[in-house]
């Protein structure tokens, strides 16, 4: 459940609004809590304007997480900011996130064999992130409302930044040639061809996933993608077709659809591009 730039900054502006609604409509005390009234709160204050939305980020990618592990998934990647984890053959490790495009958090977890995939499953795993943003944001501001102590900014910033993360990742839209935690979840339960396609886009990436190789793919399910009129699903199945032919050595098949791949390269981004490692 990556979210990219945009939404980080989609959360942001919703976060600054959020924050000139509530002052508006705040009594004042509770307002002057907000900023730093002494020295100690002022050095808590200008570091919270960091670290508050990392946590706010973390707790986000925690609701996939935890409801991906309770639901029999297995732990892959998570990363918020400069701390990344990883299982490397059956090895948890860390590192330092030097990707800029995996700062505002990223997080995968698949099922334990190709027989255990189950779309139902990465519904619930997608709709836990926002409900997990929602309830620390309300945690969150409760402190803040009930108590007034040397870590209101930290709080109060910490439950702008949540709430502003949930409408961010519930609004539907897109986010980067993927679509927002609430919107996929929509998608997956919406009958009809792109419910079929994002079924089928599950399983590939999570077969791929689990087999560390795209040979076994069911080619009949990338044609199942490109039934849905968007250049991202089309895109997707030329990608995974080259991915097939690429680990089957299939030479000819791999030149012509990697052919096919350059035609979408302006229309999914550079940084898309580049990340996918489109040779």
């Keep these: 459940m990556k979210k990219n730039i945009i939404s980080g900054l989609l959360g942001a502006l919703i976060s600054i609004g959020m924050f000139a609604l509530v002052y508006f409509f705040l009594d004042q005390s509770q307002i002057d809590k907000f900023f730093p009234r002494t020295k100690l709160e002022g050095l808590i204050y200008f570091p919270s304007i960091i670290i508050a939305p990392i946590f706010a980020i973390a707790i986000h990618e925690f609701g996939h997480l935890i409801t991906g592990i309770t639901l029999g998934q297995k732990f892959k990647l998570f990363v918020v900011a400069f701390i990344g984890v990883e299982e490397v053959q059956g090895k948890i490790k860390l590192f330092l996130n030097r990707n800029l495009a995996h700062f505002g958090g990223v997080v995968a977890v698949v099922p334990k064999s190709v027989n255990e995939i189950d779309y139902r499953v990465f519904a619930k795993v997608l709709i836990a992130g926002p409900i997990a943003s929602l309830l620390y944001g309300v945690v969150c501001l409760l402190i803040y409302f009930k108590n007034d102590t040397f870590c209101n900014s930290f709080f109060g910033l910490t439950s702008l930044t949540s709430l502003g993360l949930f409408l961010a990742t519930t609004i539907p839209n897109k986010s ?104």
Excluded: C
């Design 176 to 279: 980067g040639i993927m679509y927002t935690d609430r919107k996929r979840y929509q998608r997956l339960h919406k009958k009809g061809v792109i419910r079929d396609a994002e079924i089928s886009l599950y399983h590939i990436t999570s077969q791929s996933i689990i087999e560390n190789s795209f040979k076994n793919i069911d080619l009949t399910m990338t044609y199942t993608l490109e039934k849905v009129d968007e250049i991202e699903m089309k895109f997707l199945a030329e990608y995974v077709r080259y991915q097939y032919f690429k680990a089957n050595e299939l030479e000819e098949e791999s030149i012509e659809s990697k052919s096919k791949l350059i035609n979408f390269r302006k229309n999914v981004g550079e940084s898309i591009w580049s990340a996918l490692k489109i040779e």
